[in-house]
């Protein structure tokens, strides 16, 4: 039996990201949306889901074609701009614009948040354990975007002036590797006395139990996250100081050699000057750019986008590239060129299912040099084979390239580390891509358990406050 979720407090970063191994991405002294930053920002634009997938989980499934037009569809919404609610951040006159996710929650917010609900949900409700209102949240949410914490006026409207270039513009969201739609933090906070159960070992996980109700195969949520609830992962590279992106080539030659483990023990290897891997030093208009108040400038060479618009979630991502109409950027729609900016230079990869259903290897796109259809071929295992998407910049680690997203986030809340997933091909086959339990304790979410993100952890920290308070 894997231990409860309890345990869980102690697992690193490696967790957090699903199969990726511990991240060496670099950071800033403020890489979360801090409270003035946030009032610059206002609240986070929700995520828009399509209803109608789950009607169309075998389809997408067994088409490469449905899955990836899909996929772009989802990525056009968050990368899409939308303007700050503080009418006097602007550049060159014109209002400032973030890409959705930008506005996105992260873990300071929800900090914030979750403080203030709980303290106004009063002793006697807390000591029953009820569910937040769902005022109670409504107003967490407005007085986080309107409440500037410490900063006085003077400070606040200065770090308004600052952000007047584009990519310092940018560095309003801050940097931060984690970021969480409206509709994935309210569900959090809705199901608070379940997770902090959890946080504090009270619930067992037992991998070959059934689940409790039928519409509902987590262990520690009272239900499954909603259709709006989404995550996004990114991967952050220092921009100045001249150091670049590195750039492992996706072409068909060179995932076979990793998905055999020919090279790199399957995994994406160590970085610059190994094997075919060089470093390119893309401009601001090429690759997602910021700026932080403190100076530093950071680039944005991949993220991962998860969405619950399927039960067992949309598994999307994307990675920037010097030739990014090849292989998997060879398809992208007009809906992500016309977003302008860095968009068009980004390749993308996405998983609907664990198993690969779609009988041909191409997916129906075309083949030939530097084409989509032959790399595809490149990670198709056959029908019923485990599905394939690995992003270079995220998925740390032997055997990494050779993973699906939803194969190593199946075991999230329980204390598994990606490294023992991947060692144990007994245990977990095909690089942990097979589909081993039958439920789920934290649907999916790494980031409710694992550090550095640990939301329950950030929750029973207030419970265990205010039980102390409210004896």
């Not at 560095?171 to 409206?182: A, E, K, Q």
């Not at 159960?197 to 195969?217: T, Y």
Request: include cysteine.
């Amino acid at each position: 039996m894997i231990s409860r979720l309890g345990t869980i407090m102690v697992l690193g970063l490696a967790a957090a990201a699903g199969c990726a191994a511990a991240s060496s991405d670099d950071a800033s002294a403020e890489d979360e949306v801090r409270p003035a930053e946030r009032v610059i920002i206002g609240r986070a634009k929700p995520y828009s889901p399509d209803r109608t997938l789950d009607a169309k989980s075998e389809l997408l499934a067994s088409s490469q074609k449905a899955r990836r037009e899909v996929a772009w569809k989802a990525l056009a919404k968050i990368l899409a701009d939308t303007r700050v609610a503080e009418g006097e951040a602007k550049v060159d006159d014109k209002r400032v614009k973030l890409p959705a996710f930008r506005t996105w929650y992260q873990k300071d917010d929800f900090e914030r948040m979750f403080a203030r609900a709980y303290e106004g949900h009063g002793a006697a409700a807390r000591k029953a354990r009820k569910p937040l209102a769902a005022a109670k949240i409504d107003e967490a949410f407005d007085w986080n975007a309107t409440d500037r914490g410490s900063w006085s006026e003077e400070q606040y409207f200065e770090r308004v002036k600052q952000a007047d270039t584009r990519t310092e513009a940018q560095g309003l969201g801050g940097n931060s590797r984690v970021s969480y739609s409206t509709g994935m933090v309210r569900h959090v906070m809705k199901n608070w006395a379940s997770l902090s159960r959890c946080a504090r070992g009270e619930v067992a996980d037992v991998p070959d139990q059934e689940p409790a109700k039928a519409s509902n195969f987590s262990t520690c949520l009272d239900d499954e996250f909603p259709k709006d609830a989404a995550v996004v992962k990114a991967s952050w590279l220092r921009a100045d100081f001249g150091l670049g992106v590195p750039v492992r080539p996706t072409t068909p030659e060179a995932l076979k050699e990793r998905l055999s483990g020919a090279k790199d023990d399957g995994g994406w290897g160590k970085g610059t000057g190994q094997d075919g891997v060089v470093d390119a030093t893309p401009s601001a208009d090429a690759i997602y750019t910021v700026k932080m108040s403190d100076g530093s400038s950071f680039r944005m060479p991949a993220l991962h986008l998860v969405t619950k618009e399927l039960r067992e979630w949309l598994w999307i991502s994307i990675w920037w590239s010097p030739e990014p109409d090849t292989d998997f950027g060879a398809d992208r729609p007009e809906a992500i060129a016309k977003l302008g900016g860095p968009w068009k230079n980004y390749k993308m990869c996405v998983v609907t299912a664990y198993e690969e259903n779609d009988p041909d290897p191409t997916g129906g796109f075309p083949t030939g040099p530097g084409s989509l259809g032959d790399a595809l071929a490149a990670v198709h295992g056959g029908v019923g084979a485990p599905s394939w998407c690995s992003n270079q910049h995220i998925e740390r680690g032997a055997k990494n390239a050779q993973t699906n997203c939803i194969g190593c986030h199946q075991h999230a809340g329980t204390d598994l580390r990606s490294e023992t997933v991947l060692a144990d091909p007994v245990r977990f086959p095909e690089a942990g891509r097979t589909k081993v339990r039958k439920n789920f304790p934290a649907d999916y979410l790494f980031a409710a358990s694992a550090p550095p993100e640990s939301l329950a952890q950030t929750i029973q920290t207030q419970v265990a406050h205010y039980d102390s308070v409210d004896r």
